[in-house]
């Protein structure tokens, strides 16, 4: 089982030094190298690694069949597989405790445990559907009766031991499910930054809209008053709907499926219950929302007005009589709360009856066995720890007892009849804390239950004084009333417990109520009279009759201390298997290692002193005096001196506190330590605590001025942060009301003003303001034809590049493009057809942009016929007397550098070039309707498609041409009858003629 150095030791036994620093620091090496599993002889040590680790596949399983416990690195699988080979080898009954705290992995060592037993066994058909529920009823149980705390996102809030029932053969054929102490008041109450049980946030996320619909409930948590408590309904780490789909297949693998729908509407009765709010008429109380009432009694299949009374009052019946008792606001109240915790403890019952219907033993086998997994709530320490807290840590008190009696004793007692000489090795015993909470008479379960039983108004505070006075002289109970100065508990309310694992302080409000579990005889006349015939049978005590004499309920303390008695007794019967879990940090980080947090539950689980028996004098000896004079400071208790104790008394408490209690002995005036380490261990801890010491009074004082700063800046911030949200909603609002009519505007909202935004929100108006324009945009367009809108977008660049200076320039006429190609323009279609389609061919252009009939002239003042075509890649002109033929190679249309024309209604456009030689036109149409906005709509637009800029345009009367690489001024004059271009001086005049009016 050599893992390497690197690893370190695979056995604490194997330690060289047996101190709890080794221990330590071979648990943190073994951790941060990914080793989460140490053996101590046959027990695991098991720390949580908060990730996905590869090592529970097939290949590991079939590392460990068979194996001895040694043959093979640490692992879990060693465990389960020694658990099992002693089992089917010796025919005799075996168990495997999983022990911990909240948070180290507990429910996920069994787990494992469970998947290696059914990988390990075959078997036929039968074992395979036994093994299946197995494994698919931990899904069931964990949705119902796990839950997020402040220590653990899957934290189990109840105990369960699994029986599984083994044949001859070694092949499981069956089981059975024992639940312990459902902390049912979850809920309906949970503490900040905790959530109610698993099934609820699993039917709101994964049920679908109509299944919602028709229980009446919303999709968001936070709308329930028995969810929305903690603050904390969502969890990174869990995926509410999925786990719905794997608890609804799990439900049909173990032949429950049909009761599905019940299951859940009696989940979402619970919840619309949280909801339910009473109001005073009077001397009576109603329910104030009538609608919900009545959804809660349809999902729970009851009368409507049963449902109403039963939850307004309650049937009493004395001497014969039987009366009416309407209820008080706070009896109201209480009542709700309590239907709702007793519906989900029968609900959750139930569903641990269906498992263990469904893995029931079919047959008797003389040979049969067992092996026994015990998962139970770990060790617990809360800001406010309650009777359910009390009861878990009760459990564990007896489980530790467990463990010392059938580890540590078993292995002092073997080394004894092996004749061994060892010095005997100091343990706590744990049964004066048993002994504290459950001797008869007096023990603290016995005096609740005293209380309870007491007629008059025995409220929770009279309960704890009558502890205080009852068990004054116990040192592991402590009140303010036995300790007057000790500030950290509060009169009437507090009472402390120094447990094994060490001092919890306690809320001793409710637990009167809690212990009594009192529900109301009319709640289960109620649901035993439901038309639910699951229902129904969830509460058969509601068949009795309201006048008949019952016997007084056993409290639930008393009921939880004889199933924890039980479930020890049953374990004592069994070969007993450990496996000790550790949880590494608060944070679930996978790489931290809390190194107190560790050495806290180290200690409390025995670890050390179990490594310590297994190795079983004295390496160094000390006066009490001189011992507490050089290590007091390692103590609360005994820094800055230790009032009120004797310097032995002194020196055990340092010694407990440190966890070195089990490597020394007391004599009348030493302390004799076993191992040199534990006194080097000594020495770091005070060389360590000397400068935190100096540095503890610098941060006290810097913490109180930090604090002080820190408060300030708070509410500086949050008065910020209130008047930012009031601007940003003010500004908003403002919004909303402009453009609540933006819809019937002409202009839909164009001319609106849009008020300044605050400067936070200065690029989310600009980007409304986008929106805005984008939707009018939209708005417009859609009253346009599909077929128009390429010509429209030519007209908006033709308008955008004229910028209002031309006022005519045919925006209401029909853009063609290719007027050549035009009958009514141009008789000899055919032959401009045949001549496009040779230079189409030749010159490999794809697209005429536009092409019509011009008067041109050029340097030396001629006007001449000619037809213009403006292609994707050239510009041609073409000579009509010459049936179209091309004068000239075409003009490159990147060399165009702008444009110009005049303000007026005169078809002049002149094309600036590059080479010096522009082209001066006067564009011709038959029908006499204006071309030249065409023509610049046209080009601009292919323009800024081909090289993504704008096009030169320039609008003026006086215009400037290059004609043969000289400037020439081209002017427009409105005489005539005919548009020709004339001499005039150094310049060129069009004679525009009036009558050739333009058609825009």
């Known amino acids: 089982m050599d893992e390497g150095p690197e690893y370190g030791v695979g056995d604490f036994v194997l330690l060289h030094n047996v101190d709890l620093e080794s221990f330590m620091e071979n648990l943190q090496l073994r951790f941060s190298k990914g080793k989460v599993y140490t053996y101590i002889g046959e027990v695991v040590v098991s720390v949580n690694p908060y990730r996905t680790m590869n090592i529970y596949d097939k290949e590991y399983v079939d590392m460990y069949i068979g194996r001895e416990i040694y043959e093979r690195p640490a692992h879990i699988f060693a465990l389960a597989d020694a658990a099992y080979r002693a089992m089917k080898r010796l025919s005799k009954d075996s168990c495997i405790v999983i022990s911990g705290e909240s948070g180290s992995g507990k429910t996920e060592a069994s787990k494992i445990i469970m998947r290696y037993i059914a990988q390990v066994t075959g078997g036929n058909q039968e074992v395979e559907r036994v093994k ?24 189990s809030r109840f105990g369960k031991y699994m029986d599984i029932n083994f044949d001859f053969k070694g092949d499981p054929i069956g089981g059975h499910v024992n639940n312990y102490l459902l902390e049912k008041s979850r809920v309906v109450h949970q503490q900040k930054g905790e959530r109610n049980f698993h099934s609820f946030y699993q039917l709101l996320c994964g049920s679908s809209d109509a299944k919602l619909a028709e229980y009446g409930l919303a999709r968001d948590a936070e709308a329930y008053h028995y969810l929305n408590q903690g603050g904390s309904t969502k969890v990174n780490s869990i995926n509410d709907r999925s786990n719905y789909r794997a608890v609804e297949q799990a439900f049909k693998s173990i032949g429950y499926e049909s009761y599905g729908d019940t299951l859940w509407r ?94 029931d033993v079919k047959k008797k086998f003389k040979q049969g066995t067992i092996i026994g997994v015990l998962d139970i709530y770990g060790f617990e320490i809360f800001d406010k720890n309650s009777f359910e807290q009390f009861c878990i840590n009760y459990c564990n008190e007896k489980l530790q007892q467990l463990f010392i009696k059938l580890v540590l004793k078993q292995q002092q007692e073997e080394y004894a009849e092996e004749g061994i000489t060892w010095v005997h090795v100091d343990y706590f015993n744990n049964q004066i804390i048993c002994d504290l909470v459950e001797v008869p008479h007096q023990g603290i379960l016995a005096l609740l239950d005293e209380a309870c039983l007491n007629v008059g108004k025995v409220t929770d505070a009279i309960f704890l004084d009558a502890l205080s006075s009852r068990l004054s002289g116990n040192k592991h109970f402590i009140s303010r009333k036995l300790a007057p100065s000790d500030k950290t508990l509060e009169f009437g309310r507090d009472f ?65 201390k004889n199933s924890i008695v039980a479930l020890v007794e049953n374990l004592e019967s069994k070969e007993p298997y450990y496996v000790r879990c550790i949880k590494p940090n608060e944070e679930m980080s996978p790489v931290q290692f809390n ?114 700063l820190y408060r300030k800046m708070r509410s500086v911030k949050c008065i910020e942060e209130a008047y930012n949200r009031y601007r940003l909603r003010s500004y908003l609002w403002k919004l909303v009301q402009l453009f609540a009519s933006v819809r019937k505007m002409k202009d839909y909202g164009k001319r609106i003003q849009w008020p300044l935004p605050p400067a936070i929100l200065k690029n989310f108006v600009e980007a409304l303001k986008k929106s805005h324009q984008r939707w009018r945009a939209f708005m417009i367009l859609k009253q346009i034809p599909e077929g128009k809108r390429p010509a429209l977008k030519l007209k908006i660049f033709a308008a955008d590049a004229l910028k209002g200076c031309r006022s005519d320039w045919g925006s209401g006429n029909d853009w063609k493009g290719n007027y050549l190609s035009i009958v009514q323009e141009n008789p000899c279609t055919a032959e401009v057809e045949a001549v496009l389609s040779n230079l189409k061919t030749s010159d490999g252009f794809t697209k005429v942009l536009f092409a019509c009939l ?56 002149i094309i600036h070039l590059q080479c010096g030689n522009d082209l001066v036109l006067c564009l011709n149409s038959a029908a006499g309707v204006d071309r030249v906005g065409e023509l610049i709509g046209t080009l601009c637009s292919f323009w800024m498609s081909a090289y993504k800029r704008d096009l030169r345009v320039i609008v003026g009367k006086a215009l400037q041409s290059m004609l043969g690489n000289k400037q020439k001024s081209i002017s427009v004059a409105e005489v005539g009858t005919q548009s020709v271009f004339v001499k005039n001086g150094g310049g060129i005049v069009l004679n525009w003629a009036k009558q050739a009016a333009i058609k825009s």
């Not at 809660?296 to 449902?307: G, K, N, V």
């Not at 637990?511 to 035993?528: H, S, V």
């Not at 002194?650 to 440190?658: G, H, P, R, T």
């Not at 073409?878 to 078809?907: A, W, Y």
């Open 132 to 155: 299946n529920i197995l494994l698919q009823s931990n899904c069931i149980l964990e949705a119902f009766g796990n839950s997020k705390t402040n220590r653990n996102d899957n934290s």
């Open 595 to 708: 190194l107190e947090r560790c050495k806290h539950q180290v200690m409390y689980l025995g670890l050390l002193e179990n490594v310590r028996v297994r190795r079983a004098g004295f390496a160094y000896r000390m006066q009490y005096k001189r011992f507490v004079n050089r290590y007091k400071m390692l103590s609360v208790h005994t820094w800055p001196r230790p009032t009120g104790r004797s310097d032995k008394d002194a020196v055990q408490l340092i010694i407990e506190e440190k966890g070195f209690g089990k490597d020394v002995e007391y004599g009348r005036t030493k302390i004799f330590i076993r191992h040199p380490q534990t006194i080097l261990a000594l020495e770091s801890a005070r060389t360590k605590h000397l400068p935190g010491l100096c540095i503890g009074i610098q941060k006290i004082w810097r913490g109180k001025l930090a604090r002080i």
């Open 266 to 359: 009696t989940l979402a009765a619970i919840l619309l219950l949280g909801n339910l709010d009473f109001v005073e008429v009077g001397e009576a109380v109603k329910i104030s929302d009538c609608d919900l009432l009545q959804q809660i009694s349809h999902l729970l299949s009851c009368d409507l007005q049963e449902t109403e009374k039963t939850l307004c009052s309650r049937v009493v019946a004395a001497r014969g009589e039987v009366m009416e008792k309407g209820h008080t606001l706070e009896q109201a109240q209480y009542g709700r709360d309590a239907f709702a915790k007793a519906i989900y403890e029968r609900l959750f019952n139930w569903i641990v009856s269906c498992v263990n219907n469904a893995i």
């Open 496 to 560: 402390r417990i120094l447990h094994y694992a060490g001092e919890v302080r306690y809320n001793v409000e409710g637990f009167i109520d809690k212990n009594r579990d009192t529900l109301f005889q009319d709640f289960k006349r109620l649901l035993y009279n439901s038309e639910n015939e699951l229902i129904q049978s969830m509460w058969p005590d509601g068949a009795k009759s309201v006048t008949s004499v019952t016997k007084r309920p056993v409290t639930a303390g008393t009921e939880f």
């Open 854 to 909: 011009v008067k041109k002239t050029n340097r030396f003042c001629k006007t001449a016929e000619r037809g213009i075509c403006f292609t994707d890649r050239f510009i041609y002109k073409l000579e009509p007397k010459k049936k179209f033929k091309s004068m000239q190679p075409g003009i490159p249309i990147s060399e165009i550098t702008g444009i110009s024309v005049t303000p007026g209604s005169d078809q002049l456009s």
